[in-house]
Antibody
Framework: EVQLVQSGGEVKKPGESLTISCKGSGYSFRSYWINWVRQMPGKGLEWMGTIDPTDSYTNYSPSFQGHVTISADKSITTVYLQWSSLKASDTAMYYCARRLPTAGFDLWGQGTLVTVSS | SYELTQPLSVSVALGQTARITCGGNNIGSKNVHWYQHKPGQAPILVIY???NRPSGIPERFSGSNSGNTATLTISRAQAGDEADYYCQVWDSNTGVFGEGTKLTVL
């Protein structure tokens, strides 16, 4: 089955670090860029950034540049989203999604809920 | 930065046609993608590159894009079509989503 499976929900305190993951299976992992999308409570979708699993080239939204890090381990077909110091405002659902150039996000993970609270 | 404008909400009677617009500067020169997002579920791609339907998406879903407006059209609306709908483009290698439109089927 073609799928993206994300790691489970997390509850963290402000200032803590966190890494969540997205594992692709059932397709050629290197053929699709993986993206991360945030949805804050009651809000819309926001594109955070993307990675080419082939060479780990990354591109970030200016809104997220410097606050998160996207990385990949192609040997285990997994992409990561990392925070070094969480804020309460990072509380959100995070989705990974794959895409081909000029195409939309045709496959999404199930989402990872991150809750940051003191 | 590039901005996409969607109506906050659209209502449609059961069986009628819903049209959701997505406005942007010269959006007709870009590829527009549309997503359906229901509560508790991951978003689903319903239209890609303006007019194309992924496999498994009913023919009732169609798209157009010209000038400063892209439109998602849902014909013969069903109760199951109730969801938030987002348009999305790429601008200077940056992904941009519209604010989302809540579709209510009456």
């Amino acid at each position: 089955e073609v799928q993206l499976v994300q790691s489970g929900g997390e509850v963290k305190k402000p200032g803590e670090s966190l890494t969540i993951s997205c594992k692709g299976s059932g397709y050629s992992f290197r053929s699709y860029w993986i993206n991360w999308v945030r949805q804050m409570p009651g809000k819309g979708l926001e594109w955070m950034g993307t990675i080419d699993p082939t060479d780990s080239y990354t591109n970030y939204s200016p809104s997220f540049q410097g606050h998160v890090t996207i990385s990949a381990d192609k040997s285990i077909t997994t992409v990561y989203l990392q925070w070094s110091s969480l804020k309460a405002s990072d509380t959100a659902m995070y989705y990974c999604a794959r895409r081909l150039p000029t195409a939309g996000f045709d496959l999404w993970g199930q989402g990872t809920l991150v809750t940051v609270s003191s | 930065s590039y901005e996409l404008t969607q109506p906050l909400s659209v209502s449609v009677a059961l069986g009628q046609t819903a049209r959701i617009t997505c406005g942007g500067n010269n959006i007709g020169s870009k590829n527009v993608h549309w997503y359906q997002h229901k509560p508790g579920q991951a978003p689903i791609l319903v239209i890609y590159r303006d007019t194309n339907r992924p496999s498994g998406i009913p023919e009732r879903f169609s798209g157009s894009n010209s000038g400063n407006t892209a439109t998602l059209t849902i014909s013969r609306a069903q109760a199951g079509d109730e969801a938030d709908y987002y348009c999305q483009v790429w601008d200077s290698n940056t992904g941009v989503f519209g604010e989302g439109t809540k579709l209510t089927v009456l």
